[in-house]
């Protein structure tokens, strides 16, 4: 059994040098999914930070951790101290732990945050919530989960919306970013040559609309033999694409024998044609510009974004013309014709209930979705100069803008205690 002053030992070993403070990231690591890719890119950022240093709580796997090699050595000492965390923390597996300086908290749509192990809580001094939750219909037991944090960072206006609208005030917005110097315009490569490359990204799920695509896709493929749909859908959780199945427009999804998503299989089951579609696989994150650059259109007809989705904006970084739905944390993005807008959004069954004023999830109009593909096509022109006003609206929106913004919360926070 460990004891209080254990503990305190345990606070104590954590506290940064000399004047720099310590700040714990209490989620994964990884260049493969987006909340690994905020902590990697906030480590990054606070590696090089005066006053803050940056140290994870879980375990990182150096396969998951895809950056060039001056990066790495950059990381290098936010490897070698959060694994040391990582050890201080194993002796405490059945103890609840208290560290003496401010945790960034991942937060579920349920406002839980992950324990040290099952039922061990894990805090901070100040534990600070950071959430993209995607559903607006929040219980009691959730709302007193979120006043029980002194701050709450969410990911998206909509997000500060829906919880102001509960009557919580502990709340402030900071938006995800993008790495200019992978993001932005350059020319294509021409890998695929002349074919009409529309991309769609993100883990396959009800909430990200890939239902949708696929329908808009096939018959937008049928009049355009040249089309061809190409595909970032794999994600760490594949259980959460049987969700998909639930929405009766396109055919269920099917997986292999090793419960993997067949993506081919599935386009092919709605009526796209082998030669019409591209699965990427798995791809790590600084290795999408490139591809992303390939692209004549994006679309993203997500059903709600708790955040501003990270796929989105690094599409809209490279100058990609992109395809948004307006709802939920998108309209975060959506500007002066710096995209396409998908604007026929109606109520969700699944999660259409107000809360106030705030809506819920928006269903995109596949009508809408072919008609905005077959504008991109037609017209070259309209669609390049979407694309480099969206490519400006982001160059604006960097991690080191979102680090910057993360900072003053933590040292403001700090300060009040």
């Known amino acids: 059994m460990r004891t209080a002053a254990d503990r305190r030992l345990l606070g104590r070993a954590l506290r940064g040098r000399a004047m720099r403070r310590r700040v714990v990231i209490h989620w994964g690591i990884s260049s493969f999914f987006g909340w690994g890719v905020y902590g990697l890119n906030l480590a990054l950022h606070w590696s090089r930070d005066p006053e803050l240093e940056p140290i994870a709580s879980m375990p990182i796997r150096e396969d998951q951790i895809a950056v060039d090699p001056l990066k790495r050595l950059a990381l290098q000492p936010f490897l070698v101290q959060s694994a040391s965390l990582v050890g201080k923390l194993s002796p405490f597996q059945n103890t609840p732990v208290t560290v003496d300086g401010p945790l960034l908290c991942a937060l579920g749509n349920d406002f839980s945050s992950t324990p040290l192990r099952a039922g061990v809580p894990f805090a901070g001094r100040p534990s600070i919530g950071v959430v993209f939750f995607e559903v607006p219909q929040l219980d009691a037991a959730t709302l007193e989960r979120a006043r029980a944090f002194p701050l709450i960072v969410a990911g998206s206006t909509w997000n500060e919306r829906i919880l102001r609208a509960y009557g919580l005030t502990n709340v402030t917005t900071v938006i995800q970013g993008v790495d200019p110097t992978l993001f932005h315009p350059a020319p294509k490569g021409g890998a695929l040559g002349d074919r009409f490359l529309v991309f769609s990204g993100g883990k396959l799920e009800l909430r990200k609309g890939q239902d949708l695509v696929v329908a808009a896709f096939k018959r937008f493929a049928a009049r355009h033999p040249d089309a061809m749909l190409v595909t970032a859908w794999h994600s760490p959780w594949p259980q ?76 809209m970084a490279c100058g990609v013309p992109t395809i948004l739905s307006a709802n939920t944390g998108h309209l975060d993005l959506i500007g002066e014709e710096n995209c396409y807008v998908l604007a026929r959004q109606q109520p969700h069954g699944g999660a259409g209930a107000a809360v106030g004023d705030v809506p819920g999830w928006g269903e995109s109009d596949v009508d809408e979705a072919v008609d905005l593909l077959e504008r991109a096509y037609a017209d070259r022109t309209d669609a390049r100069r979407r694309g480099l006003r969206g490519a400006d609206t982001l160059s604006r929106l960097t991690w080191a803008r979102t680090a910057a913004d993360m900072k003053r919360v933590v040292l403001d926070q700090i300060s009040r205690i």
Not at 283 to 302: G, K
């Open 240 to 315: 959460f694409a049987r969700t998909l199945d639930a929405s009766g427009f396109v055919a269920p999804i099917p997986f292999d024998a090793n419960e993997r998503v067949d993506a081919k299989g599935w386009a092919r089951a709605n009526g796209i044609a082998d030669h019409q579609f591209l699965d990427l696989g798995a791809v790590p994150n600084a290795h999408m510009p490139t591809v992303l650059r390939e692209m004549d259109v994006a679309l993203f007809t997500n059903r709600s974004e708790g955040g501003t989705n990270l796929v989105a904006m690094e599409c």
